[in-house]
């Protein structure tokens, strides 16, 4: 509120008030007390004259009456009286009274408006009579209305004095209030301001005290002044050692991310260069398996192809933890199944529980979504993981793998996944420190079970980035439950529809193992069968028998009892074995009967179930196989490279019984095999001259339905992570690394088939790359050994290889020439992949290295061998050349290469 409003408040608008409210009471007051004056007046006229009237009255002298009765309008306000009696007729009246009879029981002044009043006064000796009076009262409110205008004159009179003096104390205090005004806005900005004058005396000392606070500002102003002067002298010496210490930071920070980059180049070359040859001593150990050897000679080489397992798992575990430790590891999302994945997982840990006799069991339940979105790879490596240490630490009992919902929101569930083991158990001290880096519970556990102490970590760190948590539950010598959460998202209506319908089937159950026998019940009833125990007698003939022996070494009482029952019952049996198929007992069987190995698939199950159902025939007892453990269905296979040797050598690992393979020089001529029938698998080469290995994939998956689901393999001589995610996002299944092994085209198809033929699960040749310790120009025994033990296979791949050396060095030559570098991966690639069967080592690891340089640092570090790559191509022609002219070949087979190519060992 500003200064003149306030006082025209304070000095003219509440005095007014007060003076407005007291004429107010005042005339109120002299209203009622002039009413009060003539009602006085006319009483008393009445009084005075009323004993005439009572005596004209009794004599009933009218003319007495009337003369009385004028009497009252002598009075001035009196304009009209008269006696009426009770019924309102006037006895006497003078003047004209105003229309309307008075109620009996008025009395007194009556007020009937405009000023007029009617006085009514009842006789005292004559009740019934009374006198009434017309009264003209308004001289007393023309009176009224004198007196309010005289009280607003002297209103206005005083509001204008009023405001004289409120206007001149204002103007008196407005200049000098102004300047204390604006010298504070002055003293505000930090400007200079002049002493003020003194104040007017309604003020207080205002004046005084600004010019002592200007004053004092100004002292503190010069003063802040010097300090800022100060301290900007002290600040910029600083800002100087900051700039030194920043520069030296950003240095270090650059060197630390070049060592970084520097650290994750070398291990992806390392994890190549280490790799390659340790791949090809597991390899050339499997291929050496494969010859005849004594017991011990056995034993020795088991102990090294364990070893460098061990020791290529090693190298896997370091890099992930560098990339989880480097925060380079990127999760995927892709839709995926939560039993398949389950079921690959106890498929890889199978043999090893076999061995042992370890019931290995996985429940998957009914209320997990059936797709859900997630990164199965990682999933299956931290599944596997555990898995593989549940197996490796328990020499007897079980191991269950469970997997249930513990939370679920629309379309967001956290599944609990646990595997629970009957193994060694963990104390509270090696439980604590269990998920750290490099650490086992036990000094002695790296020597006895192998491993680097890294698994569980990664796993704990793989968990984490997926949003979830990791723990374990112990006791030493009760086992172990390792359980982790995963929130996954999906459709959480979706249902797992049954994989058979056995409506209403009679099925005979025996299953020593309580969890086995739970799962197995829990199977059957959803698929609508009626489970009843083996050893209830029947009333009618049951279905199928489903029984399982359990581990060997099978008894002799025991399967003489089982024999005598099958053939009590009558009806088909589905035997179930905790061993591999080659370890199945000798047992007569009803026809359409059939052998199952433990761990198995949900799927595997339900095909063998129906397959005996569904065929079912009299019961005529026949021996099983001890390797028919499952159906022997024809593996159709597509192998696609448009090198000559490779093909013929994948004709070699892949033939047997079972497996039916097809042969595809290119991607033009494997679309056009596709389009005329269909394969279970293909393995394809990438880098071919046409139509590449990615081209051909797509014009594949766009034939049809079938061919959208079927897995495509690429199969390559050299594969670093990032072209093997790059060849997964491309639309294949899965990477082989060539020469392929044995064991892992067996893995492969168990993975993506379900299935495997027997004869690449019994043999093993498993090298990914064939290096040499001994850098010789022709090795017949190794090349021997590459082609499955066939000499004269390996000497026609030599001498193959020979013949193409003039075009792959002209191709190399003219892509290096012309700066080409994707003509010059091409050439090197097609020349390491034709090496790779062949028994060539000097050249062969020249091209590998070439290509691995070629790939990780580019031309520049590849230049250095290209001399060496015309010598070792060089030697091979004289070696052609020798045996064109008759030389034998053992003759040279051993020769050493020059110390030129000591660059490629490193």
């Avoid at 050598?649 to 042969?663: A, D, R």
Wanted: with cysteine.
């Amino acid at each position: 509120m500003s200064l003149k409003l306030r006082l025209l408040l304070t000095a003219l608008v509440l005095p007014l008030l007060l003076m407005l409210a007291v004429a107010v009471i005042t005339l109120s007051l002299h209203r009622d007390d002039h009413e009060g004056q003539l009602e006085a007046r006319l009483n008393q006229a009445t009084a005075l004259i009323e004993p005439s009237l009572l005596t004209a009255l009794r004599a009933k002298d009218l003319s007495a009456l009337e003369a009385h009765t004028a009497n009252l309008l002598d009075l001035p306000e009196v304009t009209a009286a008269a006696i009426i009696d009770t019924d309102g007729t006037p006895q006497v009246e003078v003047g004209r009274l105003t229309p309307g009879a008075p109620d009996e029981d008025t009395r007194g002044i009556v007020r009937l408006g405009d000023g007029h009043w009617r006085l009514i006064h009842p006789l005292e000796d004559n009740a019934n009579t009374r006198l009434v009076m017309d009264i003209d009262a308004s001289g007393l409110l023309l009176g009224h209305y004198r007196q309010l205008g005289a009280s607003g004159l002297l209103l206005i009179l005083g509001a204008a004095i009023l405001g004289l003096a409120t206007a001149n104390t204002y103007r008196r205090l407005q200049r000098p209030l102004e300047q204390i005004a604006a010298t504070l806005a002055r003293l505000a900005q930090e400007e200079t301001t002049q002493p003020l004058p003194p104040s007017p005396p309604e003020l207080p000392p205002l004046d005084d005290h600004i010019n002592m606070l200007a004053w004092r500002l100004q002292e503190t102003r010069e003063e802040m002044q010097r300090q800022i002067a100060q301290a900007t002298r002290e600040l910029e010496e600083s800002m100087e050692t900051v700039e030194i210490q920043n520069m030296q930071l950003d240095m270090a920070h650059r060197r630390a991310v070049e060592a970084n980059r520097v650290k994750s180049e070398f291990l992806a070359n390392m994890s190549h260069e280490i790799r390659t040859p340790l791949n090809g001593i597991i390899g050339f150990c499997r291929l050496l398996g494969r010859s005849s050897l004594d017991s011990r000679q056995q034993e020795w080489l088991e102990h090294v192809d364990r070893a460098c397992s061990n020791l290529l798992m090693l190298v896997n575990d370091i890099l992930d933890y560098s990339r989880l430790e480097a925060g380079r590891l990127e999760l995927e999302r892709m839709p995926m199944e939560m039993v398949e994945l389950i079921d690959e997982v106890l498929a890889l840990q199978a043999p090893l529980a076999q061995q042992k006799g370890l019931e290995l069991l996985g429940m998957v339940y009914d209320d997990v979504p059936a797709v859900l979105q997630g990164d199965p790879m990682r999933i299956r490596q931290v599944l596997t993981n555990l898995v593989s240490n549940a197996v490796k630490f328990t020499e007897h009992g079980d191991i269950l793998v469970r997997v249930m919902v513990e939370e679920s929101e629309e379309s967001r569930v956290i599944l609990r996944i646990s595997v629970t083991d009957t193994g060694i158990g963990l104390s509270d001290e090696h439980r604590q420190r269990l998920f750290d880096a490099f650490h086992q519970t036990s000094p002695s556990h790296p020597r006895e079970f192998g491993g680097s102490g890294l698994g569980l970590s990664i796993c704990r760190q793989l968990v984490e980035q997926m949003g979830g948590e990791i723990g374990v539950e112990s006791e030493p010598g009760r086992g172990s439950c390792f359980s982790f959460t995963l929130p996954l998202t999906g459709d959480l209506e979706s249902e797992r529809p049954p994989e058979l319908n056995l409506a209403g089937e009679s099925i005979l159950l025996e299953e020593p193992h309580s969890p086995s026998r739970y799962a197995l019940l829990h199977l059957l009833r959803r698929w609508g069968a009626t489970p009843r125990p083996a050893d209830i007698t029947s009333p009618s003939s049951p279905s199928l028998l489903i029984v399982s022996l359990g581990a060997p070494p099978y008894t002799p009482e025991l399967l003489q009892h089982w024999q005598e029952r099958i053939s009590e019952l009558q009806c088909p049996a589905l035997v179930l074995c905790t061993a591999s198929p080659l370890e199945f007992p000798d047992i007569m069987l009803p026809t359409r009967s059939e052998m199952l190995a433990k761990p198995f698939t949900r799927r595997a199950l339900a095909d063998a179930i129906q397959r005996i159902l569904t065929s079912r025939q009299p019961a005529a007892l026949t021996i099983v196989d001890r390797s028919a453990g499952m159906a022997d269905t024809t593996l159709r296979l597509l192998a696609v490279d448009d090198n000559n040797t490779n093909r013929r050598l994948l004709c070699e690992l892949l033939t047997g019984p079972g497996v039916e393979i097809t042969i595809a020089e290119g991607g033009e001529q494997a679309v056009s095999l596709g389009r005329e029938q269909h394969f279970d698998l293909v393995l394809m080469d990438i880098r071919m001259p046409g139509m590449d290995g990615l081209e051909a994939t797509r014009a594949l998956r766009r034939l049809d339905d079938r061919w959208r689901c079927t897995p495509i393999i690429a199969v390559t001589a050299h594969a670093l992570e990032e072209e093997r995610r790059r060849l997964m996002a491309s639309g294949l299944d899965d990477v082989l690394i060539k020469p392929l092994d044995a064991r892992d085209l067996a893995d492969l198809l168990s993975r993506h088939l379900g299935s495997a033929p027997h004869h690449l699960l019994t043999t093993g040749a498993s090298s990914e790359k064939t290096p040499s310790s001994v850098l010789a120009t022709v090795d017949l025994t190794l090349g021997t050994r590459l082609a499955g033990g066939r000499e004269e296979l390996a000497h026609q791949l030599l001498l193959q290889l020979a013949d193409s050396l003039d075009a792959s060095e002209e191709a190399i030559h003219q892509a290096y020439e012309s700066r080409n570098d994707e003509a010059l991966l091409d050439a090197i690639h097609a020349l390491n992949g034709a090496c790779r069967y062949c028994g060539a080592p000097r050249l062969g690891l020249l091209a590998e290295t070439m290509e691995t340089r070629l790939r990780s640092r580019g031309r520049v570090a590849m230049a250095p061998l290209i001399e060496d790559l015309a010598d070792a191509m060089e030697e091979l022609r004289q070696w052609r050349k020798a045996q064109s002219e008759g030389a034998h070949p053992s003759s040279i087979t051993k020769a050493t290469a020059n110390s030129s190519s000591s660059d490629s060992v490193r």
